[in-house]
């Protein structure tokens, strides 16, 4: 259903399970900057009537996801660590050249967020599945969900407003290259690295 290329290792549910804390810090600022993207696609594409109306939307989810994790990592007794660089979208951001015109440009941010929400989604099916903490399994299991739905709204919208084939020519490409850049992160309890 994701498209993905290359699966994560269920090994790196290990990896996430012998620090549940850094996790939980690393998800709570994704979700923090799904927010942002939200925002910075309302702030940059403001014709775009029913793209805004979804992104108002998303926001409103989107913060709330942040909420529900802060609230996980207070009820264990810690306090949110810093923000870290996000390798993983560090890298995937070098797939497309900058420039273009701005239905390039907005075609590229939105398959962007698509494989981002579908990498997610992904990786919140592993914890639903594997962690051993029931609880903390079930708050993923939810969330795999909405992960889900936010990967085919971006995909969506960027096959209409771009010219359908070439998206899904340019979706495709970008896959690929996403799993080169997986097969070299998978070995830190990051959502995405």
Same mark, same amino acid.
């Given at each position: 259903? =994701?498209?993905? $290329?290359?699966?994560?290792?269920?090994?790196?549910? @290990?990896?996430?399970?012998? @620090?549940?804390?850094?996790?939980?810090?690393?998800?709570?600022?994704?979700?923090?900057?799904?927010?942002?993207?939200?925002?910075?696609?309302?702030?940059?594409?403001? %014709?775009?009537?029913?793209?805004?109306?979804?992104?108002?939307?998303?926001?409103?989810?989107?913060?709330?996801?942040?909420?529900?994790?802060?609230?996980?990592? =207070?009820?264990? &007794?810690?306090?949110?660590?810093?923000?870290? $660089?996000? /390798?993983?979208?560090? #890298?995937?951001?070098?797939?497309?050249?900058? !420039? !273009?015109?701005?239905?390039? #440009? *907005?075609? +590229?941010?939105? *398959?962007?967020?698509?494989?981002?929400?579908?990498?997610?989604?992904?990786?919140?099916?592993? =914890?639903?599945?594997?962690? %051993?903490? $029931?609880?903390?399994?079930?708050?993923?299991?939810? *969330?795999?969900?909405? %992960?889900?739905?936010?990967?085919?709204?971006?995909? !969506?919208?960027?096959?209409?407003? &771009? @010219?359908?084939? %070439?998206?899904?020519?340019?979706? #495709? #490409?970008? *896959?690929?290259? /996403?799993?080169?850049?997986?097969?070299? =992160?998978?070995?830190?309890?990051?959502? +995405? &690295?």
């Amino acid at each position: 259903m =994701l498209g993905l $290329k290359l699966p994560t290792d269920p090994r790196w549910v @290990n990896i996430v399970e012998k @620090n549940i804390e850094e996790i939980l810090t690393d998800h709570a600022f994704c979700e923090q900057k799904a927010t942002s993207t939200a925002i910075s696609l309302i702030v940059s594409f403001p %014709e775009y009537t029913e793209l805004i109306q979804e992104m108002v939307a998303l926001v409103k989810e989107e913060i709330s996801h942040f909420k529900m994790v802060h609230d996980i990592i =207070l009820e264990r &007794g810690w306090v949110l660590g810093r923000d870290r $660089k996000d /390798e993983y979208v560090v #890298q995937l951001m070098k797939f497309f050249p900058k !420039g !273009g015109s701005r239905t390039t #440009q *907005l075609v +590229h941010r939105l *398959l962007y967020a698509a494989l981002i929400e579908a990498r997610s989604c992904e990786r919140f099916r592993l =914890l639903s599945e594997e962690l %051993e903490d $029931k609880k903390l399994a079930d708050f993923y299991r939810k *969330l795999m969900v909405s %992960e889900a739905n936010h990967y085919t709204m971006f995909l !969506g919208f960027a096959r209409k407003y &771009g @010219n359908k084939k %070439e998206v899904d020519t340019k979706w #495709q #490409q970008l *896959l690929e290259y /996403e799993a080169k850049i997986m097969s070299d =992160l998978g070995k830190k309890e990051t959502v +995405h &690295g």
